[in-house]
């Protein structure tokens, strides 16, 4: 499955609420299970962004779905970047000739 490096930032809301980001946590991590996918790690930051998490899913379509539902809570605001395995590098480079 592919892997994906979420950032996230608290909104306002999320900060507001800053008490209930373990609980919101484990909801995450069900909506991302739900989708077919597993977070494979979850911490807060400190630095430039205060959630760092790493998820497989399916496919993009998928992931950016879950990115979607997530940032519709309204409590972070995420980039969620594509992140690629050794094996798959070794073939983007031998693709790219």
Do not use: C, H
């Not at 807060?44 to 979607?68: K, Q, R």
Request: glycine residues 6%.
């Amino acid at each position: 499955m592919p892997t994906y490096v979420t950032l996230a930032n608290f909104t306002d809301q999320g900060i507001r609420n800053y008490a209930d980001s373990p609980k919101r946590a484990k909801a995450f991590m069900d909506l991302v299970e739900q989708a077919g996918g597993e977070v494979k790690n979850l911490v807060w930051t400190m630095g430039a962004y205060d959630v760092v998490a790493i998820t497989e899913a399916p496919d993009d379509v998928t992931a950016t779905a879950i990115s979607l539902k997530l940032a519709s809570l309204g409590n972070v605001r995420t980039t969620t970047l594509r992140a690629f395995d050794m094996e798959e590098v070794e073939l983007i480079i031998k693709t790219a000739g």
